[in-house]
């Protein structure tokens, strides 16, 4: 007894220590959270914003996200998603019976062991060596049937995310525009590959212990009575619930794991795209400080998650699976223990035993099943923070393609606070009519709501090229981007043709993955350009014309597939981008410098041919040689003021 009570003070001594231990972090990480909230202003705005965002707990609005969420993952009652559903359904049942048969199985192979009865040790022998093919075969159906549910989960999610993502400009939007989503790379590959395995496994690590309490229930209430089984499912209660509210900052602290985990991933990514351009400045110490401090920031959030799931893990163990196994033999033997039960009361010892082994491995394997779901729910918590993820980049999704964006603004005046505020993103109206571009009235502005131009007002027809002009940070790129539908208009109308029939070429043009027909086809596919009839000789002929036919006698075929920015030199790809031009034909093109690494023949030659083809330009440009094939200019001094008169030989010499 001694022993007794000593390994019991051991215990209660471990789950106290652990259970002060978890304390402790929430009371650090409040402490924590207090000192944040004496920040600035600007800061406490922006964490409430940001606790907005992460609310991330297995609530109602939990039960609310995840069925939304299910909704697009399964969109029909009769879908390849529900016959894998039911499959896995089918096998946990299956499974299920096939443990309790042997388990029932087991107890007489060794009843026959301990009676020395070998007719009743070949026979339940030689039925389980009968089963074994058909147990395993259940085992890998149901791995089949939830490594596959777990892949049409992903591409059904996957799918619908993109459809959302890459809907009009959204994903420009997304970067360019709103700043609530900074790694949508991240959400849309990593989080959504983890949330569709998340919810598969708590599917099957739910189903399969539930399944088994309802059996074993059954099973035992008919063996020693309703009481020992109550008492289980009321340990299970008490204990779930304790557990629950001591989990809570997991989903939180997945929020943040993955916000981290995504923004180390940026820093390295902006190392490869920008390894040019650092390695002239020499900045590898100061990248490799970025990289370090990111790294770093990430490391001591893992440490103090890994902490916390350590703590967790203790309590986890000691409440879910150990006492639950204590209470489990406190259950068993009180049928056997009290000699005035009537099943056991003229039973004999061979009896005894057997219904024993039995009871006590039922119910053994009912408390793992108590022990699997309340573990069960710190996988919900952790689920419920990729939910939150998931749910926050779907209403960014929604929001960003009905015209709606958010930007946090970093410091601005009052004044400046009261002149934005009069400005509406979107309260502008577009027309679409073919062969004009008007400005009516329209302020151009950027969107965080810094007004470049406070009343612009003029109009281009077809056949009517345009010089833009003026200092950096005057507005002339601000211009593209609201005729090209990137930027919201805040007022006046617009009246422009269909985002098809107008062109961009900007002054570092894009290279496509795929072959050189791709190159200057690009957004086309070959099927579009079979469609639209325009044959490979006279693609040939649009690279003659900007001197790029050399390329395809060097590559020798119109399929081959080349890294082309690489491949390309500065020059060989502006050209590219005009020849790119020449096969859409647009009714406006807008160039921006895009002929800066052009020779000037070959500049002269490609002006000449967009006039003689159609082509009606906006040229950003500072050589003088290019004023000669403009009849308008635009210019902008950059204080908000701007004219557009005719090109004559004074503002020639006045734009040089």
């Not at 299910?70 to 029909?76: N, R």
Request: with cysteine; hydrophobic share 40%.
């Amino acid at each position: 007894m001694a022993a007794v009570s000593k390994y019991l003070t051991a215990k209660n001594s471990a789950v106290a220590g652990g259970v002060l231990l978890v304390l402790y972090i929430l009371k650090q990480r409040r402490r924590a959270a207090a000192l944040n909230r004496k920040k600035g202003s600007a800061n406490e705005l922006n964490s409430e914003k940001d606790g907005k965002k992460e609310r991330a707990a297995v609530d109602k609005l939990f039960f609310i996200r995840i069925s939304r969420i299910l909704k697009i993952m399964v969109p029909k009652f009769f879908s390849k998603e529900t016959w894998y559903l039911l499959l896995i359904a089918v096998m946990l049942v299956t499974r299920t019976y096939c443990d309790v048969w042997m388990i029932q199985n087991g107890t007489m192979i060794e009843s026959g062991i301990i009676s020395r009865d070998i007719k009743l040790f070949k026979r339940h022998f030689y039925s389980y060596l009968t089963v074994i093919p058909g147990i395993a075969l259940v085992n890998n159906f149901l791995k089949l049937g939830l490594n596959e549910l777990k892949l049409c989960f992903r591409v059904r999610l996957t799918k619908h995310l993109y459809d959302e993502y890459l809907k009009g400009y959204t994903y420009y939007k997304m970067g360019n525009l709103d700043n609530r989503i900074a790694n949508a790379d991240q959400l849309l590959t990593q989080d959504v590959e983890r949330f569709c395995n998340s919810v598969v496994d708590l599917y099957s690590n739910l189903s399969k212990p539930l399944l088994d309490i309802g059996l074993y229930i059954f099973k035992l209430t008919t063996a020693i009575g309703a009481q020992g089984p109550a008492t289980m499912m009321a340990y299970l209660l008490i204990s779930g619930l304790f557990l629950t509210r001591l989990r809570r900052p997991i989903g939180k602290m997945t929020v943040t794991e993955q916000k981290y985990e995504g923004e180390y991933r940026y820093v390295n990514s902006r190392l490869i795209t920008n390894s040019e351009e650092i390695a002239f400045y020499n900045g590898n110490t100061r990248e490799k400080q970025t990289i370090h401090s990111t790294f770093k920031k990430l490391v001591d959030h893992l440490h103090n998650f890994i902490f916390f799931r350590f703590s967790m893990g203790m309590v986890d163990s000691i409440i879910a699976k150990y006492f639950a196994t204590v209470v489990g033999y406190l259950v068993v033997s009180r049928p056997f223990l009290n000699l005035s039960h009537s099943r056991h009361l003229n039973s004999s010892h061979a009896e005894l035993l057997e219904d024993y082994y039995q009871s006590g491995r039922m119910l053994l394997r009912m408390s793992q099943a108590l022990g699997r779901i309340v573990l069960a729910g710190r996988e919900m918590t952790r689920l419920s923070g990729f939910t939150a993820r998931i749910t926050e980049l779907m209403r960014v999704l929604k929001e960003l393609n009905s015209g709606k964006y958010e930007r946090t603004m970093v410091s601005q005046s009052e004044k400046d606070a009261s002149e934005k505020l009069t400005l509406v993103p979107g309260s502008g109206r577009i027309i679409n009519i073919d062969n004009i571009i008007k400005f009516d009235h329209t302020p151009l502005a950027t969107p965080n709501g810094d007004v470049l131009i406070r009343d612009l007002c003029f109009e281009v027809k077809s056949g009517t090229n345009v010089l833009v002009c003026g200092p950096n940070g005057c507005g002339k790129s601000s211009l593209f981007r609201v005729l090209g539908e990137l930027w919201p208009l805040f007022g006046g109308n617009l009246t422009k043709p269909e985002r098809g029939k107008l062109f961009y070429v900007p002054q570092r043009p894009y290279m496509t993955l795929g072959s050189l027909r791709d190159q200057v086809i690009y957004p086309d596919t070959h099927e579009s350009q079979k469609k639209k009839g325009i044959s490979d000789l006279v693609l040939k002929e649009y690279l003659d014309n900007v001197q790029l036919g050399h390329i395809l006698d060097r590559e020798g075929s119109w399929d081959t597939v080349q890294d082309w920015m690489d491949v390309l030199s500065g020059g060989e790809k502006q050209r590219m981008a005009m020849a790119r031009l020449f096969y859409h034909k647009p009714q406006f093109a807008i160039l921006d410098e895009c002929t800066s690494a052009v020779s000037v023949d070959v500049e002269d030659y490609i002006y000449s041919h967009c006039r003689k083809v159609g082509i009606t330009l906006f040229t950003v440009s500072h050589r003088k040689s290019l004023w000669k094939h403009h009849e308008y200019y635009l210019h902008m001094d950059g204080r908000g003021n701007y004219e557009f008169k005719p090109i004559t030989p004074e503002t020639v010499e006045f734009g040089s």
